[in-house]
């Protein structure tokens, strides 16, 4: 990064205009169904179908009503899976994390038999469409009584082979074995060597396949569609799939709903984007370490 | 010693990954019939999906679908890198965050948003159209859906992968550029001769995760179906036709048939595709 800037101050400063003009129109282009979501999620029904200006906020503004409605319908049904898709996240993601760290220090650091063979299924696994597991283990929880219960969806978000790569690929690059030799000769346990001397080298990386997981679980739509039929159960993603299927499916009886369905989009995002805004360090850090490798 | 540490993510492996594919295996090899129960009937149901019109439709459907949008996602990402590789200013930076912004979307927030843009009560595409008094295009529509589901990936992917090649554009050494100058070399042959074949790797690297996805393409057209109607069928990819068969019809056996059928093709489409970039792979 600084070599670059060092090189960018070399040169004359360039303006680049047409090229800056494309990219505005880019930026415009991505902006927009978010800027359509801020505007019509302050919109009541009338506003939303009255036949207004669809890119402009109505003469109503309404947000507080919007919101309260939102949180209040169907006994604050919202609210509870704001609650699940954030207790997925972190359960799934914290808990991959862990597994990924360890694993990933385990096979960059240690020979031991069948390494070469295992890694190679890890990478294996990196192609198999994680849909294609959802029937079996669908199955496999109905037989065990797991199915529509929190534990059917965060189990399966345990498994992370692509967080395992990255933590191998950062391990073998950022602990040196001198350290590690070193901590045993001073007496040190393995666990404790892990945890007291790789573990901190390691922390950015960490931090990335942390965000990574936890975005995983809270985008994820399929697994919990599948393995949930209890609405109180349900994340956010498949609660609000459910809202725009009610309310397409009748869409003269409806139109309320679609008011609540463009707040519960709006919503829905905050979280994310502000996470995504205060973390970007570490975002852009791992997916470099995985574009480069 | 290194068991202790990948032992417990070898549990997971071997619970979440081994077993329901090893287990998806065994269920496709049977058949659930109403008089005389489930039976053995080896790969029946293999033969029934590869001559399944609905199977061969949507199968056909993602791989046209791969065809057109990830080039174009690839294309559209690299070029935005490339821009934001070679002009720094305030607004670029500004950009490269905005740009990047829909993946921190969940792809069913995305296609819920794109839903409603493309919706004729409350989108805005019939002012925009009005303003140039023409009929505005229904992305909803069974011609032009194909288009619809192109813009809703590439609107959430590109900025990803722009990141992603962005990444690597910063890590090419810049003393190449000055070397590349001193020999009279321009911006444009900078870009086509050094810089992309540097991130070569990067670019392989999107291509393979955007084929594994687009290959289950599931969420988008499954939320746009309730607002398409007529238009998305139950059968629209291999994956909804999958859902359906297991949770709509519980034929669990041959819904298992069809994802692994399915997980066939896209694990045997990237391992070819590896195979024949097999020089460049440096990712892996």
Known sequence: ?????????????????????????????????????????????????????????ADQIDYLGNLSQLFTYDGGIYGRWILNSTLYALAGGIGATILSVMAGYGFAKYRFAARRFSFALVLGALMVPATALVIPTFIMFAELGLTNTIWAVILPSLLNPFGVYLMHVYARDAVPDEILDAARADGAGEI?????????????????????????????????????????????????????????????GSTSLWSLIIMGALVSVIPLVIAFFTLQRHWRGGLSLGGLR | ???????????????FLIAPLAYALYLSLFQKRLIGGTSFVFLDNYV??????????????????????????????????LILDAVTSLFTRFSRLMIFLPYAIPTV??????????????????????????????????NLIFYGLVNVVTWQWAGYYMIILYAA???????????????????????????????APALLLILVFSLIGTLQFFNEPQILRS????????????????????FSL???????????????????????FLFFTRKRRSFL
């Open chain 2, 227 to 246: 607002l398409a109607a007529g238009t998305i069928g139950p059968d629209f990819t291999p994956n909804m036709y999958a859902y359906q068969q297991a």
């Open chain 2, 48 to 81: 029934k999906a590869f001559t399944d019109p609905s199977f061969l439709s949507g199968s056909w459907f993602v791989i046209r679908f791969s065809l057109v949008a990830i080039p174009l996602q690839i294309i559209v990402a690299l070029a935005m890198a």
């Open chain 2, 250 to 272: 519980a034929n669990f056996n041959y819904g298992s048939a069809i994802s692994f059928a399915l997980g066939g093709i896209v694990f045997i489409g990237v391992y070819v």
């Open chain 1, 192 to 252: 404790r060597t892990f945890l007291r001397i790789a573990f901190p080298l390691m922390r950015p990386a960490v931090v990335t396949v942390l965000l990574l997981s936890a975005v995983a679980s809270w985008n994820n739509y399929f697994l919990p569609l599948a393995m949930l039929s209890d609405n109180r159960l349900f994340p956010v993603t498949v609660g609000l799939g459910l809202w725009q299927g009610i309310a397409s499916a009748n869409n003269a």
């Open chain 2, 1 to 15: 010693m290194g068991w202790l540490f990948v032992g417990p993510f070898g549990i997971v492996f071997l619970a």
């Open chain 2, 169 to 199: 554009l910063q890590g090419i050494d810049p003393t190449l550029y000055e070397a590349a100058r001193m020999d009279g070399a321009g911006k444009w042959q900078i870009a086509l001769r050094i810089k992309i074949p540097l991130i």
């Open chain 1, 1 to 57: 990064m600084s070599d670059r800037s060092r090189a960018g101050a070399r040169r004359r400063p360039q303006r680049h205009l047409p090229l800056q003009v494309l990219l505005g129109f880019l930026v415009v282009y991505f902006l927009v169904p978010f800027w359509w979501v801020i505007v019509n999620s302050s919109k009541d029904a009338p506003g939303l179908f009255g036949g207004g200006n669809t890119l402009w906020f």
């Open chain 2, 109 to 142: 927030i995305g296609a819920v948003m794109w839903g409603f843009l493309y919706s004729k009560s409350f989108g805005p595409l019939s002012d925009i159209f009005g303003l140039f008094g023409a009929t505005p295009p229904d992305f909803l529509s069974s």
